[in-house]
């Protein structure tokens, strides 16, 4: 038996007193109930206040119900602002009442809510646009645009009364009747009564009358004087087109201006005092290691050319010259080694020189410019050993790789194609002919058996060397044109320059696919031609840019590993040293060589 203390005792009882008073439901069902306690607390004699303002609730009710009934109806089209959110279905719900005179299912098309908005009906008919404007600009009215063309109209409101509203082209009855009147006058004038009647100037299309029987239409009118001879002005004319063509056949099509082959020595002498070349490597340049670094500043610059660079070469396997190729017509060769002076400049081309490719020893080079001829030079002497031309512009040249096949040509042309010479006989002997735009790049792959092309018409296409037949065509609608292409050390990748910012890797297996896993990006090379190219342990990716930097990327992760400003302008064209590998070449469109 639990015994409580007096006093907690005493405070149960005044709780459970104070629940009996105040409890709604003991009240209504025994209100004469009193408590059974004797302790209780008197009856509250005065009434709760509460600390709450009175609200008067009876307009919020009001407000509610309206907006619900708001938001339950379908929105009315003529409204131009909607004061609520309104729901997917009321969006949706078709607009009731008249029927559109070209909806089949009773209900305005253009009435219909998009998801966008309000779709209201702004368009006009070509030809009632052109008659209220003709209309307005022949007799001063129209009909408003903003209303209902058959009873509102604008300007003149005199002359709409006068003219019973008519356009130009509802003419009147009365007036069709005064035209018609008015033709058939023009008709029986023209038709003069003819006297006498000669057969023969009837049979001669050179008279009068025969013009007059066979005039077909009112704007034949008559007859000039027939020209029998020419004038001396014509004459002289005719005999220098006549010439001027003759001359044209004879050049067989090339229509190039020509400007002799001619070349420059700037060097002390050709010769050194042993007797070797001046193009003849120096026998202690090779390899200090394996690893490439990230150049990081400038060590030397090359300013001869009097316009942009477009193109730069390291001499094959040793790098000890560089050739340069400049849109003011010139190729100039440069020593990298020592007096890093220009040695010899190559002066043939009549237009700026587009592309140039040393052959595998160096001792010769091509040469392919905006005039429309290919040139092979010896790069020790200076002179022109052949030169070829197809009448369009050769915008890459390459040699087959192969030693065996020093003597085969390339040339990707303007005219989609891609030629190959035998330098040899001077002969075309192979067409490649199924680019849909001018070819820009030739890369040899697969030990030169096959070669990548790319053209202007944003597709690559894979061919067997000799045979003039696409094994592979790559063309995606996301590709863009590619107008550089450059083959990996490993020759199991290519890198190809995209012009939606961003460089490209393709493999050069059997399936040829995008590596999509790899990807170069960052540089603005839009618009542009900038070569892209690898280091010579391929760890490393470059290219140049619109805004005259050459970029770095690491070749496993993708990321940019550096930039250079190099340029004031475009960086068009970057190489790797081939023997150094900390030192790269740049060139630009302002005329400077940079070796960094």
């Not at 002289?236 to 201006?257: I, N, Q, T, V, W």
């Amino acid at each position: 038996m639990i015994i409580f203390p007096d006093s907690l005792k005493a405070s149960m009882d005044l709780i459970q007193t104070y629940t009996d008073q105040n409890s709604p439901e003991d009240q209504t069902q025994n209100p004469n109930s009193t408590s059974s306690s004797p302790e209780a607390s008197p009856p509250r004699l005065l009434a709760g206040k509460s600390a709450a303002p009175k609200v008067d609730d009876t307009m919020l009710a009001l407000t509610v119900a309206q907006a619900h009934q708001v938001q339950s109806r379908p929105i009315d089209p003529t409204q131009h602002a909607v004061a609520f959110n309104p729901t997917y279905d009321q969006l949706w719900a078709p607009i009731y009442g008249p029927a559109h005179p070209y909806a089949k299912d009773g209900i305005a098309q253009g009435m219909r809510n998009h998801k966008l908005g309000f779709v209201e009906d702004a368009h006009i008919e070509s030809f009632v646009f052109d008659e209220q404007y003709n209309t307005f600009h022949k007799y001063g009215y129209a009909a408003d645009p903003s209303g209902s063309a058959g009873y509102n109209y604008v300007g003149d409101l005199d002359a709409l009364q006068q003219n019973d509203a008519i356009s130009v082209y509802s003419i009147p009855q009365h007036e069709q009747k005064k035209r018609k009147i008015e033709k058939k006058k023009e008709i029986a004038e023209d038709k003069e009564p003819v006297d006498v009647v000669d057969n023969a100037e009837l049979d001669n299309p050179a008279s009068e009358t025969w013009l007059m029987k066979n005039r077909k239409s009112p704007w034949a009118g008559k007859k000039e004087g027939l020209q029998t001879e020419l004038t001396e002005e014509q004459k002289k004319y005719a005999e220098e087109y006549a010439k001027k063509k003759g001359e044209e056949r004879e050049r067989g099509g090339e229509k190039a201006e020509a400007v002799p082959d001619k070349s420059t020595f700037h060097g002390k002498e050709e010769k050194d005092y042993q007797g070797r070349s001046w193009i003849a490597p120096p026998k202690d340049a090779k390899a200090t290691n394996d690893h490439c670094y990230i150049p990081k500043r400038l060590v030397h610059t090359w300013s001869g050319h009097t316009k942009g660079v477009s193109a730069i070469r390291f001499f094959p396997k040793h790098g000890h010259l560089i050739l340069s190729a400049g849109m003011d017509t010139k190729v100039k060769i440069w020593d990298v080694f020592n007096s890093g002076k220009c040695m010899r400049t190559y002066m043939g081309h009549s237009k700026a020189v587009r592309d140039i490719w040393f052959c595998n020893d160096g001792s010769k080079f091509l040469t392919a410019g905006y005039d429309k001829h290919i040139k092979y030079w010896d790069t020790e002497t200076g002179q022109v050993i052949s030169s070829f031309s197809t009448g369009k512009i050769p915008y890459v040249v390459r040699l087959n790789p192969d030693e065996d096949k020093q003597h085969v040509l390339l040339a990707g042309m303007s005219d989609k194609k891609i030629v190959q010479w035998d330098m040899n006989s001077g002969q075309i002997t192979q067409e490649y002919d199924q680019h849909l735009g001018a070819v820009n790049t030739i890369t040899f792959v697969d030990n030169n058996r096959r070669f990548v092309t790319s053209s202007d018409d944003k597709s690559l296409r894979v061919w067997e060397f000799g045979i003039p037949v696409v094994i592979k065509y790559i063309s995606e609608p996301h590709m863009h044109s590619m107008p550089s292409i450059a083959l990996h050390p490993s020759t199991n990748y290519l890198a190809a320059q995209s012009l939606d910012n961003q460089i490209l890797i393709y493999s050069t297996r059997e399936r040829f696919q995008l590596n999509k896993k790899k990807r170069f990006a960052g540089h603005i090379a839009a618009g542009y031609a900038c070569q892209v190219n690898f280091s010579p342990d391929g760890r490393f990716v470059m290219s140049g840019d619109g805004e005259g930097k050459c970029w770095f990327w690491d070749w496993k992760t993708c990321r940019v590993f550096r930039t250079l400003k190099c340029h004031e302008g475009v960086c068009i064209g970057c190489e790797w040293h081939p023997l150094e590998q900390s030192k790269v070449a740049t060139c630009g469109w302002d005329g400077l060589i940079k070796y960094w």
